[in-house]
């Protein structure tokens, strides 16, 4: 059955998504709540709870369609890490919408999905997708991150990885798969003060959000919920 939700959902894998896209908003001069509503809700499955996210929940047909489908949506997004392949995110995507959208485009633009399509009572729905960290490439989104790092911090950058490097050689138990996890949480690690989560990381500015290589995801969330 249907229920009534806020107007504009963004759903994401996991609940370290929510913080760093209302952070990246707010340092772009968003304002992140009216009359104490969020302009944007940003869920996950499982979500209040925490860890009950990921794609193999987020990617399936009926998830998405039980927002699509609910009273008073008038704007749906997708945000998932592309991991190793890009282009293979997007036809698991294209293949858990057709099932709501059957109009859905064949391809993905590099400026992120934002088109016009109806839900299941006939009402027009706005629906995006964005796959981090830019639509083409491999990765997630510490490899967005990574584009924010202030220029003047490029040599100690260079140098984390360089370390990163090392320790796997030297048995560092993380898998081949998390290196860039890794290679941001070690340079984070040597930041004023240490260790600070992604979106405490945007907040102090230790990247910098509204660097160039950030505004087309900016512009993507506008222009999906009219910011």
């Known amino acids: 059955m249907a229920r009534n939700i806020h107007p504009k959902v963004l759903l994401v894998e996991g609940d370290r998504d929510i913080w760093v896209v209302v952070r990246l908003l707010e340092k772009n ?11 944007i809700q940003i869920e996950y499955p499982g979500y209040p709870q925490k860890d009950r996210g990921g794609k193999d929940k987020l990617l399936k047909s009926k998830f998405i369609a039980s927002y699509l489908n609910q009273r008073g949506c008038v704007a749906l997004g997708l945000l998932v890490d592309a991991d190793e392949d890009a282009s293979r995110r997007w036809q698991q995507v294209r293949e858990a919408c057709r099932f709501s959208m059957p109009n859905i485009p064949n391809e993905l633009p590099e400026t992120g999905l934002v088109f016009t399509t109806q839900n299941s009572g006939g009402d027009a729905i706005k629906f995006g997708v964005w796959i981090m960290p830019d639509n083409r490439m491999r990765g997630m989104m510490e490899n967005f991150l990574v584009k924010l790092i202030p220029e003047g911090m490029a040599p100690l950058w ?20 998390h290196q860039d996890k890794a290679n941001i949480h070690s340079w984070l690690a040597w930041q004023d003060p240490p260790g600070l989560e992604l979106h405490q990381a945007i907040i ?24």
């Open 158 to 177: 260079t140098y984390a990885q360089e370390v990163v490097t090392e320790a796997k050689i030297l048995g560092a138990p993380f898998t081949d798969a």
């Open 204 to 227: 102090k500015q230790v990247f910098s959000p509204q660097k160039a290589e950030s505004q087309i995801f900016i512009n993507w969330l506008r222009d999906l919920y009219d910011l």
């Open 29 to 39: 001069g968003i304002t992140w709540e009216w009359g104490n509503e969020p302009i």
